[in-house]
């Protein structure tokens, strides 16, 4: 068996699905745009710079969906896989998962992002399995927190060996593994697998790879 993990945004995705919900949220007027547009930038280039604590970044994400009811999240969840993020699917990343798909790989999105937003968006690329950072609920309503530990960081190698311990899987239940991703925040997980790929990425990992010899693609 050979294990295939993709990261989601900047990867799969030609933009970061996180981002582009919260200002979707802005477009909609569920959030204000005074006070959240600018935090939600901040937020993108702390990411993007690998300075995010993703704890306070949880906070600010995860309290809209604790404002409004599931029905509503829902309905403006749909339009948002439709107007936003259909136009981001990165041009070579359905090929790629089919790729590994014909071979008989497993295959899981692993994703910082949370699975409420994220859910949909793996099923758009045909993968059933999702690792997120999942967002706690109470009688089917968010309550704004974080459920568990989030798949950041360090923290999508404790969340992965956790999906694999409840499938009787472990790292050595696969000769061969394969991560993608775009982000130096992945150093860790890339660092672990048998097969570390750069997919269009920050200079950072590129760095990082092109020292490593790790292969660097594009998915654009």
Not at 16 to 43: G, P, T, V
Not at 67 to 91: D, G, M, T, Y
Not at 93 to 122: R, W, Y
């Amino acid at each position: 068996m050979k294990l295939a993990l993709f990261d989601l945004d900047n990867t799969l995705l030609a933009g970061d699905s996180d981002f582009e919900w919260a200002q979707f949220l802005i477009e909609k007027k569920a959030l204000d745009r005074e006070l959240h547009e600018a935090r939600n930038l901040e937020f993108y280039e702390q990411y993007k710079a690998g300075t995010l604590d993703i704890h306070e970044f949880l906070d600010f994400q995860l309290k809209p969906l604790s404002r409004h009811p599931r029905s509503q999240l829902e309905k403006w969840r749909k339009e948002f896989i439709e107007i936003k993020i259909k136009p981001l699917v990165a041009p070579g990343s359905k090929q790629l998962i089919e790729n590994h798909m014909l071979d008989g790989d497993l295959c899981i999105i692993i994703t910082a992002t949370n699975s409420f937003v994220t859910a949909p968006i793996a099923r758009l690329f045909g993968i059933e399995h999702l690792i997120a950072t999942n967002p706690e609920e109470e009688n089917g309503e968010f309550t704004g927190k974080v459920a568990g530990k989030p798949s950041f960081r360090e923290g999508k190698i404790d969340r992965l060996e956790e999906w694999l311990n409840q499938h009787n899987l472990t790292w050595l239940s696969f000769l061969q593994s394969w991560f993608y991703s775009d982000s130096l925040n992945d150093l860790p997980l890339l660092s672990k697998v048998t097969h570390p790929v750069a997919v269009d990425p920050d200079p950072t990992l590129k760095r990082h790879a092109e020292t490593k010899g790790w292969p660097v693609i594009s998915l654009r």
